[in-house]
């Protein structure tokens, strides 16, 4: 990605808006939205490969592993505004751990491109179905969208909760029923 191209693009929306671009308070916004851009789309460049980079260890567990209240930020794909809320992964081990802040970094990378909540969601549940082949993976996001709160419907107190889940959190009540209420905040 260029920044001096995105500099040049985010120049002309604000002329194209009725701004002036040459006004004190606007002459290094352009520079700052490309920076904000290769920031916030940064998802783009790195892979679960390089970023796993070898932290999953071989343990003789295999029961679930919650890591809950991820912060997550992210942009909608329709409106490019952020949505933004919290993120809880549950897996079962087949005697394969990973570190817990490379699940963070996970939810990072896929958060840091445009997205869905809902693929977003998807996208870590298979990641980690791939890196771990655990008995069972479940992934809970509860977001708000500034689309939805500023434009639009402007509907400021809805939160969207989506689920991904595989294996037993998938196919056991009871399994699927523990994750839901470790995670799930009444
Ligand atoms: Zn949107």
Not at 48 to 63: C, P
Not at 98 to 117: E, F, H, N, T, W
């Amino acid at each position: 990605m260029s920044n001096t191209k995105i500099e040049k693009l985010i120049k002309q929306l604000l002329t194209e808006i009725g701004e002036d671009p040459t006004r004190e308070g606007l002459q290094k916004t352009p520079a700052r939205v490309a920076r904000m851009f290769a920031d916030l789309t940064s998802g783009y460049t790195t892979s679960l490969d390089s970023l796993i980079n070898g932290a999953v260890f071989t343990e003789k567990v295999h029961n679930m592993i919650i890591l809950k209240d991820i912060e997550l930020y992210s942009l909608c794909e329709h409106h490019l505004l952020p949505f933004f809320g919290k993120c809880h992964i549950g897996y079962i081990a087949k005697d394969k751990v990973i570190g817990i802040s490379k699940i963070a970094r996970i939810v990072d990378m896929y958060a840091r491109r445009l997205q869905l909540q809902e693929r977003l969601t998807q996208d870590i549940a298979t990641s980690l179905q791939s890196v771990l082949n655990p008995l069972g993976v479940g992934v809970v996001i509860e977001a708000q969208h500034l689309c939805m709160m500023m434009r639009g419907v402007e509907k400021q107190n809805s939160v969207m909760v989506t689920s991904a889940v595989h294996g037993l959190i998938k196919d056991d009540p009871k399994t699927r029923e523990e994750f839901l209420s470790l995670v799930i905040r009444k």
